[in-house]
């Protein structure tokens, strides 16, 4: 469910009313265009760069988070040259019209790249650029006619009257400026190609990783995964069992699946085909879990740097690979030995689950739901974790706003174990036997039911005060929050004195995985 996007909405209901009065300026000095007509080449140039924002407006379409942003921008370009027309009947429009759809034509270029290859970052890069171009064209044509109004001969005879136009030009120029920060604020532009999921240590990030990699072989016939590149402290440890497919026949085996040592990292790749053609890459890195609270930008030169020094390769170069399973692999085949090191093993973990946060467009928090059942002890730990997302996220959006063209983050929140929550919370159990369910996997997956599931969550969760404090960070984008379990047919094991209280999956039959997918599309 979506559970928060309030920033975008100020920024839009803001927007509103300042283009509306940039608007009514340009009706009020409409005349001037037929005083000072403007160059045939500059007039030219503003109808390409309309068919070429109506291109990229129309690429926007083909997004979640951009399609508001498309059919906003898409009737503005599409307008603009008709009112142009308008004002100046004498118009070559037949020129017009070819520079319109030169324009289209260049636009509708990129755009299937854009989103052949799910860069939809790239779409909102490019509009950004155009809005530059746009907006200083504008205060140019405001600047240069409040400089002529102060110059005219007209001055001289009425100084008031000039006075009046410097005025009302100015205006113009500074409502301009504030609507073109807004314009860039409200353009949203995610790199959809790229998600990265992130938990701390117990978070459920191997079985999550099953779960997701069950869901996208069931039902996306292009959908398949990489087994895992491991790296391990232990020179007899070749971390076979945290290949895919040892922790499935592990799984079948009906065997628990054990923790991630702290000497082994493994990252997982996971790719599924949108539509059958446009790539979505999930990566997952599977470590101990510490050092969560560790990730930011200091930390990660510091990784860089040590880790330069000790493969011998260029900073700019660690940097820019950081967080790439080819960085992992060659650390696997060529710096083996130097996994032995401790430091040198929290250097590739931090700059690898750093760069993955920088690389990643959609960024997946997960939750031990476990947790959510000790009312005490576990939500003290949820508000560490809670914590240490925070840092991250505040590291992440503070390097945001130092750059306008930068792209766009989503977020999600996944609550991992909910079959366990399901047997061990009594509010969230009797809710499921509500619903005439004896457990999870009778909830259909996509039904209220399934979402009334995620809302008691929510609320549950809502009483730990740094998880409101995140959801209160993640107010940008539209956020979702998530409730899944690997295997949703999972029940106590039953022991001749009763059942146990030990809850783990038996089999691989996830539920609400179509949920998490849907939030990578």
Request: include cysteine; charge should be neutral.
């Amino acid at each position: 469910m979506i559970i928060n996007n309030k920033r975008r909405k100020i920024y839009l209901l803001l927007a509103l009313p300042i283009s509306i009065a940039v608007a009514y300026i340009f009706m009020t000095i409409a005349p001037v265009f037929k005083l000072h007509p403007t160059p045939p080449e500059l007039t030219f140039f503003v109808e390409f760069l309309c068919g070429l924002f109506f291109a990229v407006a129309a690429g926007m379409l083909f997004n979640e988070d951009s399609r508001i942003n498309g059919v906003i921008y898409a009737g503005i370009f599409a307008g603009v040259p008709a009112f142009y027309v308008y004002l100046t009947p004498w118009a070559d429009v037949s020129l017009l019209m070819l520079a319109f759809f030169a324009g289209v034509f260049c636009g509708a270029v990129f755009d299937i790249k854009a989103v052949m290859t799910n860069r939809y970052d790239n779409l909102a890069k490019f509009a950004r650029v155009l809005f530059t171009v746009f907006f200083a064209i504008i205060v140019g044509f405001l600047a240069y006619e409040m400089y002529a109004t102060a110059l005219s001969p007209e001055t001289a005879v009425d100084s008031a009257y000039a006075v009046q136009n410097i005025f009302f030009y100015g205006i113009g120029i500074v409502l301009s400026l504030i609507l073109y920060w807004l314009a860039i604020k409200i353009t949203v532009g995610v790199r959809a190609s790229e998600i990265f999921i992130f938990g701390p240590r117990s978070s459920g990030k191997t079985y999550f990783v099953l779960g997701l990699w069950s869901y996208i072989s069931e039902n996306f016939e292009r959908g398949h995964s990489n087994e895992g590149v491991v790296l391990t402290g232990d020179p007899n440890d070749e971390g076979d069992e945290l290949r895919i497919s040892s922790l499935y026949a592990n799984v079948l085996d009906g065997k628990i699946l054990s923790r991630t040592y702290r000497y082994q990292m493994v990252m997982y790749q996971l790719t599924g085909k949108k539509y059958g053609i446009i790539p979505v890459k999930w990566t997952v890195v599977d470590y101990a879990g510490e050092y969560y609270d560790e990730l930011n930008e200091i930390n990660f030169k510091k990784a860089v740097a040590l880790l330069s020094d000790r493969m011998r390769i260029a900073r700019a170069d660690i940097r820019k690979n950081a967080g790439t399973i080819d960085f992992v692999r060659n650390i696997k085949l060529h710096h083996s030995e130097e996994l032995l090191d401790p430091e040198f093993t929290k250097s590739v973990i931090i700059a690898t689950m750093y760069g993955n946060f920088l690389r990643a467009g959609k960024v997946i928090f997960l939750i031990d739901g476990e947790k959510i059942t000790d009312d005490r002890k576990g939500h003290a730990q949820l508000a560490r974790e809670f914590g240490g997302y925070m840092k991250t996220l505040i590291d992440l959006e503070g390097r945001n706003y130092l750059g306008f063209f930068r792209p766009d983050k989503k977020y999600a929140l996944a609550v991992t174990k909910t079959d366990l929550v399901f047997w061990k919370n009594k509010e969230i159990r009797d809710l499921i036997h509500s619903m005439s369910a004896g457990k999870l996997s009778d909830i259909p997956e996509r039904s209220r039911e399934a979402q009334a599931i995620e809302e008691s969550l929510f609320e549950l969760l809502s009483a730990n005060k740094v998880f409101k404090n995140l959801v209160n960070m993640m107010n940008d984008l539209s956020m979702y929050f998530i409730a899944v379990s690997v295997d949703a047919t999972a029940e106590p094991f039953p022991t001749e004195e009763g059942v146990e209280e030990e809850i783990s999956p038996t089999a691989i039959a996830p539920w609400r995985f179509t949920e998490v997918f849907k939030f990578g599309l």
